[in-house]
């Protein structure tokens, strides 16, 4: 148990002050988005840290932290990283550059500090407070126009991710998130304001996943905890399918397969009739993958041909732009899942879908690509080509800036004899 909070002053393990300035710093922005863990290390030390200091108020012993330091070992698990942020004393928004979630909520605390201000305020500030809520309304009002230019906002955000990975974008889509919330809160029932909803569903969704590729599995679960509630008040049983089905990756990374299950299936039952082809398509390859990670394997492969039956012609459907699925999709799919039941047939259909990856693509989805494509070699028993393949996925991960993916590989990789360099801090279990 930590009792640094009461420590004397000048005591080994006094809380760690950085001041205000030095969290805005662009350079320290810098290491935040790039979980450079061992550069904000250095920040405490030039603030009057101690390697011993630093040990005592992150729960860190001297030696790792001597090791993070110098480069010999990286930190990967949430766990140890969010006890880093809370022993730099991080404030929330750094905490969400660092793509942890705010020790205060930001979706609740205005609801709280509007909530405290009401309680407090006297009678004769009665007519204050209807003021401002009669402004927050004009300022709420809005209209389909709007709700398409943030679908678009939404959109633009998708395919930049796409690209470059969640690492650039997650504080841009939490503030997204945010101010829709916002407006969603202040707006008037009807159709704009289920528009709004839907596309505050498909925005904290994306947001959601974003997260959880930082490695923030909390902050993940609370946006598609909002997801969720958005959709419910859209009224569209597509939407609610979705991101109630995409949540079953934080249950996966953080290994609790059977709920994953329980809940894609729960999204079948719940949408049926009403869902399209390809969203039903999408359900099937998804309860596929959590089949596999059970080691189900006649029930994955069954589940990922009903994929396959059920993929339109053609798969682009505008009406669903946080779908992109097409035949290359389903084998790289495919492929991930009879990498995961240790299957060497993986290859061909990993190397095929390697050889269809779409330009926008090349980045995250190759990483992953070439990871399943290392566990498939490694069956196989080329354990040379397993390696080239896990460290193009490595380098790639690493611009991507993505954690979820450099854990998976760490946990390949760490079983064959690590040098010194390439010690890593296990992370969330979970590809």
């Given at each position: 148990m930590k009792e640094w909070k009461e420590a004397m002053p000048g005591h080994p393990w006094e809380r760690i002050d950085i001041p205000a300035w030095a969290w805005e710093r662009q350079d320290t922005q810098r290491l935040l988005r790039e979980r450079d863990i061992a550069g904000l290390l250095r920040?405490?030390?030039?603030?009057?840290?101690?390697?011993?200091?630093?040990?005592?108020?992150?729960?860190?012993?001297?030696?790792r932290v001597s090791e993070i330091l110098s480069g010999r070992r990286t930190v990967s698990s949430l766990h140890l990283i969010e006890r880093i942020a809370d022993g730099l004393g991080m404030p929330d928004r750094s905490r969400m550059l660092f793509g942890l979630a705010p020790q205060q909520a930001p979706l609740e605390s205005g609801r709280s500090a509007a909530a405290s201000n009401a309680t407090r305020a006297a009678p004769s500030e009665a007519s204050a407070i209807d003021h401002q809520v009669r402004e927050r309304l004009e300022v709420a009002s809005i209209d389909q126009?709007?709700?398409?230019?943030?679908?678009?906002?939404?959109?633009?955000?998708?395919?930049?991710?796409?690209?470059?990975?969640?690492?650039?974008?997650?504080?841009?889509?939490?503030?997204?998130?945010?101010?829709?919330?916002?407006?969603?809160?202040?707006?008037?029932?009807g159709p704009v304001r289920r528009g709004l909803a839907r596309a505050l569903a498909e925005a904290a969704s994306l947001t959601g996943w974003q997260a959880l590729d930082a490695g923030g599995v909390a902050t993940s679960w609370r946006y598609y905890e909002i997801a969720k509630s958005a959709a419910r008040e859209s009224e569209d049983p597509v939407v609610l399918a979705h991101v109630s089905a995409e949540q079953i990756y934080v249950l996966l990374d953080s290994g609790r397969e059977n709920e994953a299950l329980a809940v894609i299936r729960a999204?079948?039952?719940?949408?049926?009739?009403?869902?399209?082809?390809?969203?039903?398509?999408?359900?099937?390859?998804?309860?596929?993958?959590?089949?596999?990670?059970?080691?189900?394997?006649?029930?994955?492969q069954r589940a990922l041909e009903r994929a396959f039956a059920l993929l339109p012609q053609q798969p682009d459907d505008p009406s669903l732009p946080f779908l992109m699925l097409d035949h290359t999709h389903l084998l790289r799919w495919r492929g991930h899942c009879?990498?995961?039941?240790?299957?060497?047939?993986?290859?061909?259909?990993?190397?095929?879908?390697?050889?269809g990856i779409a330009p926008l693509e090349l980045g995250r989805a190759e990483a992953g690509l070439r990871t399943d494509l290392a566990v498939a070699y490694s069956v196989h028993g080329d354990l040379a080509q397993a390696r080239r393949q896990a460290q193009r996925a490595t380098e790639l991960s690493k611009r991507s800036g993505s954690v979820r993916q450099r854990a998976r590989l760490a946990r390949l990789l760490e079983p064959r004899a690590p040098s010194g360099g390439e010690e890593v801090e296990q992370g969330d279990k979970g590809a």
């Open positions: 920040l405490a030390q030039t603030h009057g840290a101690s390697q011993t200091r630093i040990a005592s108020t992150t729960g860190i012993a001297q030696g126009a709007l709700v398409r230019l943030f679908g678009q906002q939404t959109q633009n955000l998708r395919l930049i991710d796409r690209k470059l990975g969640s690492h650039y974008l997650l504080a841009q889509s939490q503030a997204h998130v945010q101010q829709m919330h916002e407006l969603l809160r202040h707006s008037i029932p999204a079948h039952d719940e949408g049926g009739k009403a869902l399209p082809p390809l969203l039903c398509s999408w359900l099937w390859a998804a309860e596929g993958e959590v089949r596999a990670s059970l080691g189900q394997e006649p029930q994955s009879l990498a995961r039941l240790g299957h060497s047939e993986a290859i061909e259909d990993l190397t095929r879908a390697l050889d």
